[in-house]
């Protein structure tokens, strides 16, 4: 998806992010949201 050209094209300059979309499994998108909250990824 779009959402997820951006994040890998975020992450390749370096940036910590994570992509959060419906298409992703419930366990993924929780798994996102908690590297988000947590610190691990500062980009959502």
């Known amino acids: 998806t779009r959402c ?3 994040a890998e094209a975020l ?10 979309h419906g298409g992703r499994s419930q ?3 929780e798994a996102a949201l908690r590297d988000f909250r947590n610190g691990s990824s500062n980009i959502l």
Not at 11 to 20: M, Q
């Open 11 to 20: 992450i390749a300059e370096g940036l910590h992010a994570v992509s959060l």
């Open 4 to 6: 997820d050209e951006v």
């Open 27 to 29: 366990t993924e998108r």
